[in-house]
Structures are given as C-alpha cells and as structure tokens.
Antibody, heavy 119, light 108 residues
C-alpha cells in the first residue's frame, strides 16, 4: 500500500523559505509516476502547486513558478517542496500527492501538514 | 487557465436522498475530470476519474457523468458518511491543474 507523509516546520516567518518533504513508502519513486504538492488555505479550496516526475522534470502553477522549486531524492525515496519569500497568504495545509501520469488525477494523498506564516 | 465552477456551493439533504452536484468548465476538457470527497481535517479522496469511472474501493452509490464542459456527480441514497465537501478537478489542460471551489453537503 502506497503511503505518503509530509514533514517540515509548522511555522515559518514572512520572507523566509517554506521547506517540506514527502516521504514515500510502499513504492519506489525511481520506478515512475508523478509526484506533486497541493495546498489548501484554512477554510478554502484546493490549489495545485507543482509536480515532478521521477526523472526530475517539473511543472508548476504559473502564479508561483518564480518562488517554488520541487525536487526529488530517489535515494531517500522522497521529494521536497521549497517555497521562497513566503507571506501570510502562503499559510495553508500542504498535501503531497501522487498521480499515475501527467494526464491523471491525484490518487494518493498524504495526510497534510499545516504551515503557518507568521512572525 | 481553465476555470472550474461548481454548483451549488452548499447543499442540504437528508439520509436516503439522491443528490446531484454540477461542475462546469470554462472550456472543453473532454472527459478529463475527477471528483474528490473531503471530510474535515482529512485529505481529499479520489472518487471518480475520467468523468464517470469509479475509483477502486469507492461505493457504487457514487456515479459521474458528462463531457465537454458540463459534468455531474450523483450520490444515490445518501448515507451519514457521505456528508462532506466535494471537489471537481480538470486534468485536460495543464499547468495548472484546477479545482472547483467545492460543494459542502450538509445534513438537513
């Protein structure tokens, strides 16, 4: 059974970098599939942030593209999100997800982790 | 970007009711549409993919239909466990993948 688990700080100061890692168990990232991040501000809807293929190719939501990098570490079977220069508007629950191909919905989700941006 | 609009935003219904939620895309997405269920404090769960295909392990009380720009999610005979928020998502044209704003299904 594939499982995804987010980890990282729950509090980040404005203008700093939000860094999260998603550990994957039950499947080897190097075998394929696409891995991504989605966020949900408190009480609001879902926003896809970006996706990485196991080879390292990435694509991002245009509105965040200048501030985000997603990377993969196949040796640790995990992938990461770095969001730079955060503001209060980046406060959200962040989910890591999997999808079979780029043209497929998100079939596995982590439990989510709340990141608050505040001084 | 393709905009996804769900209606209604809130729906009140009773156990045993049949309910329908609508999702409209700002341009044609063929059948590349998914539906998710989210309960408070939990991650969304994939229910339907490719507009009408039931994800493995999901109750057959859930069904989806539509193509192009208009889609529906129907839940036949509501059960207590079905009261949640439902989201549609298009994966025809990306980036970005986009979601509807959600429909909260409440107990009447």
């Amino acid at each position: 059974q594939v499982q995804l688990q987010e980890s990282g700080p729950g509090l980040v100061k404005p203008s700093e970098t939000l860094s999260l890692t998603c550990g994957v168990s039950g499947y080897s990232i190097s075998s394929g599939f696409y891995w991504g991040w989605i966020r949900q501000p408190p009480g609001k809807g879902l926003e896809w942030i970006g996706t990485i293929y196991h080879s390292g190719s990435t694509y991002y939501i245009p509105s965040l593209k200048s501030r985000v990098i997603i990377s993969v570490d196949t040796s640790k079977n995990q992938f990461s999100l770095n969001l730079y220069s955060v503001t209060a508007a980046d406060t959200a629950v962040y989910y890591c997800v999997r999808h079979h191909t780029s043209s497929w919905p998100f079939d596995y989700w982590g439990q989510g982790t709340l990141v608050t941006v505040s001084s | 970007d393709i905009q996804m609009t769900q209606s209604p935003s809130t729906l009140s219904a009773s156990v045993g009711d049949r309910v329908t939620i609508t999702c409209r895309a700002s341009q044609s997405i063929s059948s590349w549409l998914a539906w998710y269920q989210q309960k408070p404090g939990k991650a969304p769960k994939l229910l339907i993919y490719k507009a009408s295909s039931l994800q493995s392990g999901v109750s057959s009380r859930f069904s989806g239909s539509g193509s192009g720009t208009e889609f529906t999610l129907t839940i036949s005979s509501l059960q207590p466990d079905d009261f949640a928020t439902y989201y549609c998502q298009q994966y025809n044209s990306y980036p970005p993948y986009t979601f509807g704003q959600g429909t909260k299904l409440e107990i009447k």
